[in-house]
């Protein structure tokens, strides 16, 4: 199983400290895989410091193996070519210590919609079981399946999501297919956003230049829309034209990162600005999510009383009509 944010967040921070403190990466490696307990683990990391005993490079290593995210590869890579690579492992750290707490956010807000649709899995056959139309076992064996299956189709896309990000081939799956579903296609796209501007943050603090930061970013992202609107940006900038006014033609990137590169670009500061833009957009992913959170309880709790509402007055309603047949035969 592919590692958590949390402990992508760990790893990177190890991998920082110990690179600065003078320790060489073959040997940070082997410390690694002599602690770690996950076998799938151990066996990229095993397939990783062969790859680097055989001469290859960290990053080539890396995305050989599929240690660590495909994502962070160029970011490795850029890091190593400009012997910023101690700032890289800094960044990735910090980027993924808010993934992580982004992460428990969402699988906070979870609890209230999965307990609802829990209750209301419960509820919704109660008036057939009060009707005598299926036994106690059948309610039982109904209520606990389907539930069941539903946990288990959360569990699974929580594991599919962990391994889309070691792979760029599922995670251009991944969204498409959450681009499809209704209301959170606002936050797939905000997601996607996120990606990539903190992907081309980490490259220029790596020390790559801007035009093969932004090459490197695009190539990683599975949004087509940004991926067009890197490319015009790109021909834009090769023509001559200025990183501020290519960027001012995409609409997909927003008046904010506009601006963001506009300031930074006037006082040499890009990398932070983008950093900041890409803080905030991780903070509206995780109010909209809250917010999802919260509308959806009330539909199901809806969905539930209309359901239950029905049910318990068709009930009544065949009592009253057999009562009034009873008096009248009398």
Do not use: W
């Amino acid at each position: 199983m592919p590692m958590t944010n949390s402990s992508l967040a760990a790893t990177y921070k190890n991998f920082g400290e110990l690179y600065d403190a003078g320790v060489d990466i073959v040997t940070l490696l082997e410390s690694l895989h002599s602690t770690e307990r996950n076998k799938e683990i151990r066996t990229q990391l095993r397939i990783v410091i062969q790859e680097i005993k055989r001469g290859n490079t960290l990053a080539g290593a890396m995305a050989k193996g599929k240690f660590l995210p495909a994502f962070d590869v160029p970011a490795i890579q850029a890091g190593e070519r400009s012997g910023t690579l101690m700032r890289v492992f800094e960044a990735l750290s910090k980027k993924y210590e808010i993934r992580a707490q982004a992460e428990r956010v969402i699988k906070a807000g979870l609890i209230k919609p999965i307990s609802l649709l829990a209750v209301g899995l419960f509820v919704l056959p109660f008036p057939d079981l009060f009707n005598g139309k299926i036994t106690l076992a059948e309610y039982l064996i109904t209520s606990c399946g389907i539930f069941g299956a539903f946990m288990l189709f959360v569990i699974l896309m929580f594991r599919f999501n962990r391994k889309a990000a070691f792979d760029v081939g599922l995670a251009d799956i991944r969204h498409r297919v959450c681009m499809a579903i209704p209301g959170v296609r606002g936050i797939i796209k905000m997601t996607a956003l996120e990606n990539f501007v903190s992907s081309f943050a980490h490259l220029l603090d790596a020390g790559m230049p801007m035009y093969e930061s932004l090459e490197l970013a695009y190539r990683t992202s599975p949004d087509r829309s940004i991926r067009a609107a890197t490319k015009r940006i790109l021909a834009q900038i090769k023509r001559g034209g200025s990183l501020s006014d290519a960027f001012a033609l995409e609409q997909r990137f927003g008046p904010q990162i506009h601006a963001a590169i506009t300031l930074g670009a006037k006082a040499g500061k890009i990398p932070v600005l983008m950093h900041r833009q890409a803080a905030e957009l991780n903070r509206q992913i995780i109010d909209s999510v809250e917010k999802l959170s919260k509308y959806v309880p009330g539909i199901i709790y809806t969905a539930v009383a209309i359901y239950v509402a029905i049910k318990v007055f068709g009930f009544y309603s065949k009592q009253f009509k057999g009562l009034e047949k009873m008096l009248e035969g009398a």
